[in-house]
């Protein structure tokens, strides 16, 4: 099995910033895209930024020039560095992995994490 584990949430003052993390550990054999996403309360689930393992990253057109993802395939985290933080970036942040757990068959699979809670005051 996979496992991702997030971690790096917090409440945090509007301006300030925060470091999520998010590590996967199991039976992997390589891991394509990496990606956040957040939920705010009675909202759905909206993609954030990703990243390939090529280093070709997106961004949610809110969240440009003030959040940088980057990951450290080494030890299969990803990270999401926020800064400028605005009450709107409130909600759960969830990691998303596209896991291929062996050589062959070339499945490819997508790991979710548990959520990590981001909470921004004004």
């Known amino acids: 099995q996979v496992q991702l584990v997030e971690s790096g949430g917090d409440l945090v003052q509007a301006g300030g910033s925060l470091r999520l993390s998010c590590r996967a550990s199991?039976?992997?054999?390589?891991?394509?895209?990496m990606g956040w996403y957040r939920q705010a309360p009675g909202k759905q689930r909206d993609l954030v930024a990703d990243i390939t393992p090529g280093g070709d990253i997106y961004y949610a057109d809110s969240v440009k020039g003030r959040f940088t993802i980057s990951r450290d395939n080494a030890v299969n985290t990803v990270y999401l560095l926020m800064n400028s933080l605005k009450p709107d970036d409130t909600g759960v942040y969830y990691c998303k992995m596209a896991v291929q757990r062996q050589p062959f068959p070339v499945y490819v699979y997508d790991y979710w994490g548990q959520g990590t809670q981001v909470t921004v005051s004004s």
């Open positions: 199991g039976s992997i054999f390589s891991i394509n895209t």
